[in-house]
């Protein structure tokens, strides 16, 4: 099996499903979605315990999530 070796996870989904896993909204860190997605529903979780400290800003998703 081959480790990605992340630090930290951002979701879109239902605001009270991933909150029960640990996510929190990712506008907590200042990190934002280009979709205008409501804040309870853009998500973000530490997988390693301050991963996001400092981070900020506009989440880039590949070219292929603007087509939908």
């Given at each position: 099996?081959?480790?990605?070796?992340?630090?930290?996870?951002?979701?879109?989904?239902?605001?009270?499903?991933?909150?029960?896993?640990?996510?929190?909204?990712?506008?907590?860190?200042?990190?934002?979605?280009p979709?205008?997605?409501?804040?309870?529903?853009?998500?973000?979780?530490?997988?390693?315990?301050?991963?996001?400290?400092?981070?900020?800003?506009?989440?880039?998703?590949?070219?292929?999530?603007?087509?939908?």
């Open positions: 099996m081959q480790q990605f070796r992340y630090d930290s996870v951002i979701v879109l989904g239902h605001p009270e499903y991933y909150p029960k896993f640990g996510f929190k909204e990712a506008d907590t860190w200042g990190i934002k979605d979709f205008g997605a409501p804040a309870e529903a853009f998500m973000a979780l530490e997988l390693k315990e301050g991963a996001l400290e400092g981070a900020s800003g506009m989440v880039e998703y590949p070219e292929e999530f603007n087509e939908l």
